[in-house]
């Protein structure tokens, strides 16, 4: 058996198929020099061998082979079930131990973190934004083999088995490797591409640990550089009071616009290192970031494909528009189908423009079905924004008021590059 935890800064770690691509350009960019967490990268094959210790093997086949639905669906409960509650294999749990000890006395008692890195996810096509799981914040040994567990299991939850039939993915196929990384005291994180539609870059902050700005609950600061790393445009996001289903007592309250996460010369500094990955990746890339007291470091970096605009038919130009953060691909047009919560996906018909609050990617399994999405909060590198640059879908974030603006039911045009929405006044 080959070694089932490895440092991040080892050779072995930019392995893909053992680390999954995730971990695997994490490695190549810590070996290039650029600053990131460190920590440790789990095996695949630790994910695997728990598996064959619990005798699943065959339950795994079975989900996508069953021709019954509930059956595929009791399989994929057995999976979830014994991964989470069934005890580690002794040959797996003393090197997940060892390294975590390790970490904890490297980083001083610091939080740590556990994160998926599938071999499916991170791929050109298959994202898998958001679809996996995350755990911060572990500060105990129970936590740590809890978030482990998760992680594993994570592989077989609905969301991740529906996204994985439309890209024609067996669970049984594939394995779940995991990164183990001491928690980055974040004063403020973000994504960024770099490269968009226009040639120029983009970077999203928000204050705090980013998970909000990750599942599109906030509307992010917005900064444009040029291609060559000048800073061309900058902008302060929103935040909220309060966030929840509207038919709560913790609906949305009072907007409230924010002061800048970032000064110049960090933005500058964010593109420099965003466009050495870039270098490093061999393409352009999609990055998620953190900031402590002391730097920016890099958390992920996946490949990034982006469109031409598309440009609009000219009776568009004459009615109302919004403007927002452009998830980067995509022109469509449709019923505007407004909704406030998820309760009331079930509205949203084949073909509709989905205009809603929040853009979290539990969302994602709507995307086959909708011409395009407008939300009020999240901006262009949340987690649905990345599936919907995968998709091709035009999704336009940030766009303030928009549930309340845009007519249910009105013909709605929306520019996923741009970052216009219009409709048509009845």
Same mark, same amino acid.
């Given at each position: 058996?080959?070694?089932? @935890? @490895?440092?991040?800064?080892?050779?072995?770690? $930019?392995?893909?198929?053992?680390?999954?691509?995730? *971990?695997?350009?994490? $490695?190549?960019?810590?070996?290039?020099?650029?600053?990131?967490?460190?920590?440790?990268?789990?095996?695949? !094959?630790?994910?695997?061998?728990?598996?064959?210790?619990?005798?699943?093997?065959? @339950? $795994?086949?079975?989900?996508?082979?069953?021709?019954?639905?509930?059956?595929?669906?009791?399989? *994929?409960?057995?999976?979830?079930?014994g991964l989470m509650e069934q005890p580690i294999a002794s040959h797996v749990l003393e090197p997940l131990l060892e390294a975590w000890r390790s970490l904890c006395a490297s980083s001083e008692g610091a939080a740590c973190v556990v994160r998926s890195s599938a071999l499916v996810e991170d791929r050109r096509g298959s994202s898998f934004a958001g679809q996996f799981e995350t755990y911060l914040g572990l500060q105990? !040994?129970?936590?740590?083999?809890?978030?482990?567990?998760?992680?594993?299991a994570a592989l077989w939850s609905t969301r991740a088995l529906r996204y994985m039939a439309t890209h024609d993915l067996d669970p049984a196929s594939t394995a779940m490797a995991l990164i183990l990384q001491p928690l980055v005291a974040a004063r403020v994180a973000g994504g960024g591409l770099s490269c968009t539609a226009d040639g120029e870059m983009l970077i999203n902050a928000t204050r705090g640990l980013g998970g909000s700005l990750a599942q599109g609950e906030v509307v992010p600061d917005r900064y444009v550089l040029t291609?060559?790393?000048?800073?061309?445009?900058?902008?302060?996001g929103l935040k909220y009071r309060h966030m929840g289903c509207v038919h709560s007592a913790k609906?949305?309250?009072?907007?409230?616009?924010?002061?800048?996460?970032?000064?110049?010369?960090?933005?500058?500094?964010?593109?420099?290192?965003?466009?050495?990955?870039?270098?490093?990746?061999?393409?352009?890339?999609?990055?998620?970031?953190?900031?402590?007291?002391?730097?920016?470091k890099l958390l992920q970096a996946r490949p990034l494909v982006m469109q031409a605009a598309t440009v609009p038919d000219e009776i568009w130009l004459r009615h109302p528009r919004l403007t927002g953060h452009p998830a980067g691909v995509g022109w469509g047009t449709g019923r505007a189908c407004v909704i406030n919560c998820e309760c009331e996906l079930a509205r949203v018909g084949p073909g509709d423009v989905l205009v809603t609050t929040v853009a979290g990617p539990a969302l994602a399994d709507i995307l086959p079905r909708v011409s395009g999405v407008v939300a009020e909060l999240g901006g262009s590198t949340s987690h649905l924004a990345s599936l919907a640059r995968e998709r091709g879908v035009p999704m336009v974030l940030g766009v303030f008021e928009a549930t309340q603006r845009i007519p249910d039911g009105a013909q709605v045009a929306v520019d996923g590059v741009a970052g216009i929405v219009r409709w048509m006044k009845a």
């Open positions: 058996m080959p070694q089932l @935890v @490895v440092p991040l800064s080892a050779p072995e770690a $930019a392995d893909p198929s053992r680390f999954g691509p995730k *971990a695997a350009n994490l $490695a190549a960019l810590d070996r290039a020099g650029l600053r990131t967490p460190g920590g440790y990268c789990i095996d695949a !094959e630790a994910y695997r061998a728990q598996v064959r210790a619990l005798g699943l093997e065959s @339950v $795994a086949r079975g989900v996508f082979s069953a021709t019954d639905s509930p059956q595929a669906r009791r399989y *994929a409960l057995q999976m979830k079930l105990e !040994e129970a936590e740590f083999l809890i978030a482990v567990r998760a992680c594993w291609g060559s790393g000048d800073l061309k445009e900058s902008g302060a609906a949305l309250r009072t907007p409230m616009f924010a002061v800048r996460c970032l000064e110049d010369h960090e933005v500058v500094e964010l593109g420099r290192m965003m466009k050495r990955a870039e270098e490093v990746i061999g393409q352009a890339v999609e990055i998620e970031w953190a900031a402590d007291a002391r730097s920016f």
